[in-house]
């Protein structure tokens, strides 16, 4: 397994900083805003430097009922080509649900949700993986999600989880201590349980990332400084096993230069005290375990990539494919919870709906934010009644094609009235819905639509 080192994850608004701190082995980029034939210059100038680059997906939804997109399969692949990784990493999670399979409209959560850990969805994930690893030219990793809910009637903890799908599927891990700090305050999950509980021989790398607590509630923002509790999980993680890499992640909110720096100094002392504090111990597991990664590296990555591949595809065999029962029952359950929480359905029996009405309100608010990303044009129209018009839009509203159908279908329900754009405002948030949905559709839905826009717009 490739030793990775200290790395954080690039994002456009750090790249310059990224480029000058000093000690970054490597770097991780969201799959999905990555094109391989538009790779920004700071980018290159890291690959050109030797710096390993990881494309890390998110909306692949390989614990959704359906099977793998292959187009979404065929992109990763690509940018794993043109970025020369060692690796690709996804969630397990699902992030849309319904369509033909249950017969149910198909809505997109735009966000990672959990899957129960039940056999029937054990059985799919474990399909979906294979199917993506059949599909990728580098070894993939998942990643283990945080969640603010829990499904009712779960039948394995999350460790007894990951343990069946690695050794199962072969897949590699990417752990995510904040994650398992999130589940330990939100669902009351042990993450030294979980740790105790994982094939720690599978671990691609580790997360750290911050968050902030309101209300009893964890929420894991990647936009706030990594607490003290997320170090000490690292810190559990690494008396257990070295890992090959070990991430921050920051999304947004960035800090100076210096306090990242700061942030994955503090990183590497965790992992660095806890690695030389195992060494100190007489006997046991710690020896055992430096004995075996002293005889690894030993023997060499080649000999041990080899052997990893061949259990890889000896558990390959053995994933039985997941009936189409299990994943109709799955993607019902999913299309329910998903329902619940971004169409203003009653609550799956089981839920608890304080805890859904807390993640679809978090939902909602994501959506808002990345909406105002993609189509920043749209707060600066509407200016401070852009956020509240988009909660009230987004209730009743699932979003049905992505963050930039999204921010035109909501321009188009402000503009037939939906929310108070008048006068000067008005007439730009026409003029940018008109430039991005016509004045030329290419479909006669599209053309209605002008024109009936057109006509709330003129009166006629």
């Known amino acids: ?161 990951l343990y069946e799908l690695a050794d199962r599927t072969g897949v590699r891990l990417l752990i995510d201590v904040a994650n398992l700090h999130t589940n330990h305050v939100n669902r009351g999950e042990d993450p030294a349980k979980a740790l105790a509980e994982l094939p720690l021989e599978a671990i691609a790398y580790v997360h750290v990332a911050g968050g902030f607590e309101r209300d009893g509630v964890w929420h894991d923002s990647h936009a706030h400084p990594v607490p003290r509790p997320v170090l000490d999980i690292l810190a559990d993680l690494a008396s257990r096993v070295s890992p090959p890499g070990v991430l921050l992640e920051r999304d947004e909110n960035f800090p100076e230069p210096g306090e990242l720096e700061r942030e994955l100094d503090a990183i590497r002392e965790a992992v660095k005290d806890a690695i030389k504090e195992t060494a100190g111990e007489p006997v046991g597991e710690a020896v055992g375990e430096a004995v075996g990664e002293a005889v690894g590296e030993a023997v060499g990555e080649a000999v041990g990539e080899a052997v990893r591949e061949a259990v890889r595809e000896t558990a390959r065999v053995d994933v039985p494919a997941a009936g189409d029962a299990a994943r109709q029952r799955l993607g019902l359950a999913q299309a329910a919870l998903l329902s619940a929480l971004v169409a203003g359905t009653p609550a799956p029996e089981g839920f608890d709906r304080v805890r859904l009405g807390v993640q679809a309100r978090s939902l909602a608010a994501k959506r808002a934010d990345v909406v105002a990303k993609v189509a ?38 402000v503009l037939l009235g939906g929310s108070p754009a008048e006068g000067r405002s008005r007439r730009e948030l026409r003029r940018w ?20 826009v057109g006509r709330a717009l003129t009166g006629r």
């Open 376 to 413: 920043p044009e749209l707060p600066g129209i509407l200016g401070t009644a852009y956020r509240p018009a988009f909660l009230a839009y987004a209730q009743g509203h699932p979003m049905r094609g992505g963050y930039r159908q999204d921010a035109l279908d909501f321009a188009e329900h």
């Open 1 to 161: 397994m490739a030793r990775l080192g200290t790395g954080i994850g690039w994002r456009p608004e750090i790249a310059d900083a990224v480029e000058r701190m000093p000690g970054i082995d490597w770097v991780e980029v969201v799959a999905e805003n990555t094109c391989p034939g538009h790779l920004p210059d700071s980018l290159r100038r890291l690959l050109d430097r030797g710096v390993t680059v990881v494309p890390h997906g998110v909306s692949l939804g390989l614990g959704g009922a359906d099977r793998p997109d292959a187009a979404r399969l065929a992109a990763l692949a690509e940018r794993a080509e043109a970025l020369g990784s060692p690796l690709v990493t996804e969630h397990i999670a699902f992030v849309r649900a319904g369509g033909p399979l249950t017969t149910t409209a198909r809505l997109e959560a735009g966000h990672l949700l959990p899957v129960p850990r039940t056999r029937d969805a054990l059985d799919v994930l474990c399909e979906n993986v294979r199917i993506a690893q059949d599909a990728l030219p580098v070894p993939l990793a998942v990643e283990n999600i945080a969640a603010l809910i829990s499904w009712p009637g779960e039948e394995m903890t999350e460790g007894q989880f």
């Open 433 to 452: 819905w008109l430039d991005r949905s016509g004045p030329a559709p290419r479909s006669r839905s599209r053309l209605a639509r002008v024109a009936r």
